[in-house]
């Protein structure tokens, strides 16, 4: 329903009103790129009367201006990030095709998502799984894994490899449970973790995408 109201109300208004600027909506959430904050202060006040004569409002707190810090635009700006389809938009260090670092304004998985993502990987219990091989445990989370990966991991994947270090814990876990030998021997846990994701980096999606991480 929101997709069919809002393509009325706010869509095809937006296209006729400011053809000048580009937006995104998804259900009800949307972003409009203005070039200036004239043209965003403008913006947000032909927005709020469009909505009241729809019968709606824009949400007090989600609306806002935020501006889009980089290395081209140093300004000063109380609000220089937003949260969209999962992804946290703003300032980031970054590398040019040289090597040399600068600003960019670019997306990560939120931290929002990155707390749902933690949450099910709980959920799993995988430490508790000693009744299953370690290729067994992989394709049984391998879905959601890779979802995650060409998901979130599309922008920015450092960001998402900090989200999924957790699942390397639990097979640590995992194995001090399942194996003998491994009890009371955390530190060779570990040497074998990564003695294993060397020869099989393709075993989890997410060390596959850990090892394109500049």
Known sequence: MANLFLHYAFDLWMSREYPGVPFERYADDAIGHCRSEAEARDLCRALEARFAECGLRLHPEKTKIVYCKDANRSGAYPDQS???????????MANNRHGERFVSFSPAVSKKAGKRIQHTVRRWRLYRRSDLELVEIAKWVR????????????FYPSKLQEELRAIDAYI???????????????????????????????????????????
């Open 143 to 154: 879905p959601v894994l890779t979802g995650w990966v060409r998901y979130h991991g599309r």
């Open 172 to 214: 640590v876990r995992w194995a001090t449970r399942k194996y003998k030998r491994f009890r009371g021997h955390t530190l060779a846990v570990w040497e074998w973790l990564r003695s294993l994701k060397r020869r099989n980096p393709g075993l989890f999606a997410h060390w596959v995408a850990g090892s394109t991480v500049g």
């Open 82 to 92: 937003f949260d969209f389809l999962g992804y946290s938009f703003r300032p980031r």
